[in-house]
Every structure is written in C-alpha cells, then in structure tokens.
C-alpha cells in the first residue's frame, strides 16, 4: 500500500503546502517547530479539517480530489489516530472507546467488545475495562488510546506527539510498547514529534516541516546511520 498526499489548506493566517509519498511498511517521522503545520498535517490525512486544494490517495482509494470534488470521510479512512490530547470520549468506559471503530462500522456490540477486549488484553489493561478516562493515569488513557487506534487494524496509523503528556516511567513505558508496536506493524505509520529520541528510535524516515512546508526529507539509510554514529 502507498500513501500519497499532495495537498494545501489555509487556516486563518496559517498556510500549509506539502506533498510527499510513502509505501508500506514505513514508519515516517514529522518533526518542526510549534506552529509549523505538524498536527495539521495529520488531521488533513484523517480527514478531520478542510483541504482548498490537492488530492490524497491511499493504495486504489482516493480519499480526497478538490478537483473533482471527492471527499471521503473520515470513519470510511482504513486510519487509527492517536490524537495529541487523546480526545478519549469521557462517557464511554475504555472498553466501549476501544469497541467504537468497530461500532461505527456496523459490527454487533458483543462482537465489537469482544475485539476491544483483545486489544486491552494486549496493552496489559484489560482489567481496567469498565473505567471511564477520568477514572485512568496518563499512561493507562495513552494505552486506550493506542488500543482503540489499532483496534480495526488499520492500514495506515497516526500517532500525535503520543508521549508529550507523559513523564517518567510512565513515559518510557510508552515508548518501549509503541516501539514493540511498531516493529510488528505492516502498514504506514506517521509518528508527529518534536522529540529527537522518538525520531531516532522509531522513523525509517523523517520530513521535517517549517511554517507549513518541508525542509527536508532524509531517507532511511542516514536515518539508520545517525542511529549508528550516535549509538
């Protein structure tokens, strides 16, 4: 499968200008500056803010043409997000918030649940199922979201700045079941950070991106021997 994006958007006084293409599997890294159009950029692919001009498509879909005024919404998109803020949805237990993807895509309840349960199995919170985000540490809602990201095995996963609002040990606990994650995944996954670590532990490429343009875009051998020089 091959992401391919080449879109432009203006929000306010923020405009945002890029076009690049992957194929799986890739795990590709967005770093920059606040304000630089990082998250934008995500939201853009999920399909979650209004895109004035371009096209993405993924394998044979087209997901977005203004030119021809195709849109494809964002619960038809084979994405999992993990946002910034998590954006857990606070009336729902972690079970019901993993089971959501798959309820939204018709599947019965009980069978919906029964895959969620699977993923918080995975993610080692299974026994944390019927809490609510605001009964959940940081750590704990960052696996539920994880979870539900996952949870519908999607093609394509968007990871937003994941650990920003951990610290410690619940930080490097993130990061060591992210990376286990990652090494398994097959698709494309697209990692937001402004965090060197996170780049040198996770991307086979990274694109960096300044008041909505890219800089540069490294490929995966000087990504890996960075890796190498600096190990």
Same mark, same amino acid.
């Given at each position: ?44 692919i999920a399909g979650l803010v209004s895109v004035q001009a371009g096209e993405i498509s993924f394998g044979d879909e087209i997901w977005l043409k203004c ?38 895509? !018709?599947? %019965?309840?009980?069978?919906? +649940?029964?895959?969620? *349960?699977?993923? &918080? =199995? $995975? ?44 610290? !410690?040990? %619940?930080?490097?606990?993130? +990061?060591?079941?992210? *990376?286990?994650? &990652? =090494? $398994? ?37 000087k990504v890996e021997s960075r890796r190498l020089e600096e190990g």
């Open positions: 499968m091959d992401l391919n994006v080449d879109i432009s958007l203006v929000r306010d006084s923020f405009q945002l200008s890029v076009k690049f293409s992957c194929v799986s599997p890739t795990i590709l890294a967005i770093s920059g500056k606040n304000g630089s159009g990082k998250s934008t950029l995500l939201e853009s030119s021809k005024k195709i849109f494809v919404p964002a619960y038809r998109r084979n994405i999992g997000v993990v946002f910034q803020g998590l954006l857990l949805f606070g009336h729902l237990s972690a079970l019901d918030n993993v089971a959501y993807g798959w309820r939204m895509r !018709g599947c %019965a309840r009980n069978d919906a +649940r029964s895959r969620a *349960q699977e993923w &918080l =199995e $995975k993610m080692g919170i299974a026994h944390l199922q019927g809490r609510k985000p605001e009964q959940l540490s940081g750590g704990q809602a960052q696996r539920v979201a994880l979870a539900r990201a996952l949870a519908t095995e999607p093609q394509l996963l968007l990871l937003d700045e994941p650990f920003s609002a951990l610290d !410690g040990e %619940a930080k490097f606990e993130m +990061r060591a079941l992210v *990376q286990d994650v &990652l =090494e $398994k995944y097959q698709g494309i996954a697209i990692l937001v950070s402004h965090d060197p670590l996170d780049i040198r532990t996770f991307a086979h490429r990274e694109l960096v991106l300044n008041d909505g343009k890219f800089l540069c875009s490294p490929n995966r051998e």
